[in-house]
C-alpha cells in the first residue's frame, strides 16, 4: 500500500524489518450482514446521538475470491464535507484494488476495512477521523494502516486548517508541532519504540498534519494512527493536546467558536491534572498487557441476562451503565452484573440530555439512580455515563457536586443505529486500542449478537477486558475520562 500514516514511515526507516502485520487480527473476513433482530424492550431514546445526529453511513462492500472490502462513507448533510471525506476514501480504495489487480495471478486473500469516527459535532463544527486497515493472508508486507482527520465548519463546508484555528504567524503551529512531537515521543518511549527528534521532525508538522480533531473545548485530539512495534501488538496513537499553552494564538474568530479561549489579558487556566495511573499499579497487567473496557448503557434489560452469560464464558469483566427506572424493573439483573463482578456506573434514571436540564434536576437523576443501585447491591457507583454523551460545564459542576466523574469513550458503535451484528463487531474491532472505552448497549438483541465476535477478535490481539476503575483507576470527582493513556 502506497497511503501509510506518517507514524508508520518512520517506524520504517528506524525499526526497519519489523513488518506491518499487526491488524491482521482486526480484518476477519466480513460476514454476510445477519438478518437483523428485532428488539422490542424499553426502546425509543437512545436513537439519537448528540455526536451522530443527521450522519448516517453508506456502506460499499466487495466479496469475492480475491478480496473482502468493507467501506463505509459517513454521509453528512453538508455535501462538500462529504465529498472531501469520499475522496479521500475513493483514494485509499482505489489504491487496494490497484494492489489487489497487480496480484490477480496469485491465489491470496486481500482485505480492507474502512469506517469512521466522529469525536465532535455541534452547530458549526465537525470533527471526524477515518480509519483504513489492510491485510492479506499470505503476504505480511501489505498488511498496515492508515488515519487521517479533519474539522470541518459546517457552515462553509471547508477543513479548518491549522493555520485557520492558531492565526497565521507560524509560531503557534511551531508550539503546537513542538508539544505534539515531545506527547508522541513520551507516547512512543513508553511504549519501547525508539524515535529520533529528526523523525519526529518529518513526520509532525504542517504537511502531514494539516488539520486537527476538537476533543472537547480545552482539548483537541490528533488521532495520528497506528504505531506498530513488532508482529503482535498495535496501538493508536491519539495525542490530546490542552489548549492551555496554546491560548496565546487562539485570540481568534475560529478559535473562538469552538474552543473555550481565554481572553489573554486573563490568567490562563490551571492546567487540569492528568489521569490517574491504572488501579493495577505498576507492573499490574493493564501495563504490561493490552487492556480494554467493554460498556454497555441504557440496561439491565431483557437482553442482558444473555449478554452476562457470554461474558462469563469468555471471563471478560464490563462495565455497565444502567438506568435508575430499569434497575428498578430488573434488579436481579443489576445483582447478577455486581456478583459477576462487572462494574456499575450510573446513566441517569431516565436518560434526558442532562444540558438541557437545571443543577435541581440533574442532582436529583443522579441521586435516584445512585440511591436504587445502592439499594440493590450495596454499592454507590462513583461516575455517570451523561446521556447521549452530552455535558457542558454546567453538567460537569452539577456531577462534580454529587460526587461523581464522568466516563464517555473512545470507541463508539453506533449499535443502536446500526442493528447488525458484523457492523458493531467490526466498528469495535476496528476502533480499539489499549486503554480504550468501547460502548454499546445491551438492549439491543444484535449487540448482543456482536459481543462474541468481538471478544474472539480482540481476544486473539491479546487484549484483556476490564473494568472502567481497571482500567483508569479511581477517578476524580469532575473529571472528564475517555480511555486511559
Ligand atoms: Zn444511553
Same mark, same amino acid.
Given at each position: 500500500?502506497?497511503?501509510?500514516? $506518517?507514524?508508520?514511515?518512520?517506524?520504517?526507516?528506524?525499526?526497519?524489518?519489523?513488518?506491518?502485520?499487526?491488524i491482521g487480527v482486526g480484518i476477519a473476513r466480513y460476514v454476510a450482514m445477519d438478518s437483523a433482530t428485532a428488539s422490542s424492550d424499553q426502546e425509543g431514546y437512545y436513537f439519537v446521538s448528540s455526536q451522530y445526529n443527521d450522519i448516517t453511513s453508506r456502506f460499499s462492500n466487495t466479496s469475492n475470491t480475491q478480496m473482502d472490502s468493507i467501506v463505509e462513507y459517513p454521509e453528512t448533510p453538508y455535501p462538500k464535507i462529504n465529498e472531501t471525506v469520499a475522496k479521500t476514501i475513493d483514494t485509499y480504495?482505489?489504491? $487496494?484494488?490497484?494492489?489487489?489487480?497487480?496480484?490477480?495471478?496469485?491465489? &491470496? *486473500?486481500?482485505?480492507?476495512?474502512?469506517?469512521?469516527?466522529?469525536?465532535?459535532?455541534?452547530?458549526?463544527?465537525?470533527?471526524?477521523?477515518?480509519?483504513?486497515? @489492510?491485510?492479506?493472508?499470505?503476504?505480511?508486507?501489505?498488511?498496515?494502516?492508515?488515519?487521517? $482527520?479533519?474539522?470541518?465548519?459546517?457552515?462553509?463546508?471547508?477543513?479548518?486548517?491549522?493555520?485557520?484555528?492558531?492565526?497565521?504567524?507560524?509560531?503557534?503551529?511551531?508550539?503546537? $508541532?513542538? /508539544?505534539?512531537?515531545?506527547?508522541?515521543?513520551?507516547?512512543?518511549?513508553?511504549?519501547?519504540?525508539?524515535?529520533?527528534?529528526?523523525?519526529?521532525?518529518?513526520?509532525? &508538522?504542517?504537511?502531514?498534519?494539516?488539520?486537527?480533531?476538537?476533543?472537547?473545548?480545552?482539548?483537541?485530539?490528533?488521532?495520528?494512527?497506528?504505531? &506498530?512495534?513488532?508482529?503482535?501488538? /498495535?496501538?493508536?496513537?491519539?495525542?490530546?493536546?490542552?489548549?492551555?499553552?496554546?491560548?496565546?494564538?487562539?485570540?481568534?474568530?475560529?478559535?473562538?467558536?469552538?474552543?473555550?479561549?481565554?481572553?489573554?489579558?486573563?490568567?490562563?487556566?490551571?492546567?487540569?491534572?492528568?489521569?490517574?495511573?491504572?488501579?493495577?499499579?505498576?507492573?499490574?497487567?493493564?501495563?504490561?498487557?493490552?487492556?480494554?473496557?467493554?460498556?454497555?448503557?441504557?440496561?439491565? /434489560?431483557?437482553?442482558?441476562?444473555?449478554?452476562?452469560?457470554?461474558?462469563? &464464558?469468555?471471563?471478560?469483566?464490563?462495565?455497565?451503565?444502567?438506568?435508575?427506572?430499569?434497575?428498578?424493573? *430488573?434488579?436481579?439483573?443489576?445483582?447478577?452484573?455486581?456478583?459477576?463482578?462487572?462494574?456499575?456506573?450510573? *446513566?441517569?434514571?431516565?436518560?434526558?440530555?442532562?444540558?438541557?436540564?437545571? *443543577?435541581?434536576?440533574?442532582? /436529583?437523576?443522579?441521586?435516584?439512580?445512585?440511591?436504587?443501585?445502592?439499594?440493590?447491591?450495596?454499592?454507590?457507583?462513583s461516575f455517570v455515563r451523561p446521556p447521549y454523551g452530552a455535558f457542558d460545564s454546567n453538567v460537569i459542576a452539577s456531577l462534580s457536586s454529587a460526587g461523581h466523574s464522568s466516563i464517555l469513550w473512545s470507541v463508539d458503535t453506533r449499535d443502536w443505529a446500526d442493528r447488525n451484528a458484523s457492523i458493531i463487531c467490526n466498528r469495535a474491532v476496528t476502533g480499539a486500542s489499549s486503554g480504550g472505552i468501547i460502548i454499546m448497549h445491551d438492549v439491543h438483541a444484535t449487540t448482543v449478537d456482536a459481543v462474541?465476535?468481538?471478544?474472539?477478535?480482540?481476544?486473539?490481539?491479546?487484549?484483556?477486558?476490564?473494568?472502567?476503575?481497571?482500567?483508569?483507576?479511581?477517578?476524580?470527582?469532575?473529571?472528564? @475520562?475517555?480511555?486511559?493513556?
Amino acid at each position: 500500500m502506497k497511503r501509510f500514516l $506518517f507514524l508508520q514511515q518512520w517506524l520504517y526507516v528506524g525499526v526497519i524489518a519489523l513488518c506491518l502485520s499487526v491488524i491482521g487480527v482486526g480484518i476477519a473476513r466480513y460476514v454476510a450482514m445477519d438478518s437483523a433482530t428485532a428488539s422490542s424492550d424499553q426502546e425509543g431514546y437512545y436513537f439519537v446521538s448528540s455526536q451522530y445526529n443527521d450522519i448516517t453511513s453508506r456502506f460499499s462492500n466487495t466479496s469475492n475470491t480475491q478480496m473482502d472490502s468493507i467501506v463505509e462513507y459517513p454521509e453528512t448533510p453538508y455535501p462538500k464535507i462529504n465529498e472531501t471525506v469520499a475522496k479521500t476514501i475513493d483514494t485509499y480504495h482505489t489504491d $487496494f484494488l490497484e494492489a489487489v489487480n497487480q496480484n490477480a495471478t496469485s491465489t &491470496n *486473500h486481500f482485505m480492507e476495512n474502512i469506517s469512521y469516527q466522529v469525536y465532535f459535532s455541534n452547530d458549526t463544527h465537525l470533527s471526524l477521523a477515518i480509519h483504513a486497515i @489492510y491485510a492479506s493472508r499470505d503476504d505480511e508486507a501489505f498488511s498496515g494502516s492508515s488515519t487521517e $482527520f479533519w474539522t470541518f465548519d459546517k457552515r462553509t463546508g471547508e477543513v479548518v486548517s491549522l493555520a485557520d484555528l492558531l492565526g497565521n504567524s507560524t509560531d503557534g503551529r511551531e508550539r503546537l $508541532f513542538i /508539544s505534539l512531537r515531545d506527547a508522541t515521543k513520551r507516547e512512543l518511549e513508553r511504549r519501547k519504540i525508539a524515535v529520533t527528534d529528526e523523525e519526529l521532525k518529518d513526520s509532525i &508538522n504542517a504537511e502531514t498534519v494539516p488539520s486537527f480533531a476538537i476533543l472537547n473545548k480545552k482539548e483537541l485530539l490528533f488521532p495520528l494512527g497506528r504505531a &506498530n512495534e513488532g508482529s503482535s501488538s /498495535s496501538d493508536d496513537v491519539e495525542i490530546k493536546l490542552q489548549i492551555d499553552t496554546l491560548q496565546l494564538f487562539l485570540q481568534n474568530d475560529t478559535a473562538r467558536s469552538i474552543l473555550d479561549v481565554v481572553p489573554i489579558q486573563q490568567p490562563a487556566q490551571p492546567e487540569q491534572p492528568a489521569l490517574p495511573s491504572t488501579s493495577t499499579g505498576p507492573g499490574g497487567y493493564c501495563n504490561t498487557q493490552k487492556c480494554i473496557a467493554l460498556t454497555f448503557d441504557d440496561g439491565p /434489560s431483557i437482553h442482558t441476562n444473555r449478554l452476562l452469560d457470554i461474558l462469563k &464464558n469468555a471471563k471478560a469483566r464490563a462495565t455497565f451503565f444502567v438506568l435508575g427506572q430499569n434497575v428498578e424493573k *430488573h434488579a436481579a439483573i443489576l445483582k447478577r452484573e455486581n456478583v459477576e463482578k462487572h462494574e456499575i456506573g450510573n *446513566h441517569s434514571w431516565d436518560h434526558p440530555q442532562f444540558t438541557k436540564l437545571n *443543577h435541581a434536576a440533574i442532582l /436529583s437523576q443522579l441521586q435516584r439512580t445512585d440511591a436504587i443501585i445502592q439499594e440493590t447491591i450495596s454499592k454507590r457507583p462513583s461516575f455517570v455515563r451523561p446521556p447521549y454523551g452530552a455535558f457542558d460545564s454546567n453538567v460537569i459542576a452539577s456531577l462534580s457536586s454529587a460526587g461523581h466523574s464522568s466516563i464517555l469513550w473512545s470507541v463508539d458503535t453506533r449499535d443502536w443505529a446500526d442493528r447488525n451484528a458484523s457492523i458493531i463487531c467490526n466498528r469495535a474491532v476496528t476502533g480499539a486500542s489499549s486503554g480504550g472505552i468501547i460502548i454499546m448497549h445491551d438492549v439491543h438483541a444484535t449487540t448482543v449478537d456482536a459481543v462474541p465476535c468481538i471478544l474472539k477478535r480482540l481476544a486473539a490481539d491479546n487484549y484483556v477486558f476490564v473494568t472502567v476503575s481497571e482500567l483508569i483507576g479511581t477517578t476524580k470527582p469532575g473529571q472528564t @475520562y475517555y480511555r486511559a493513556r
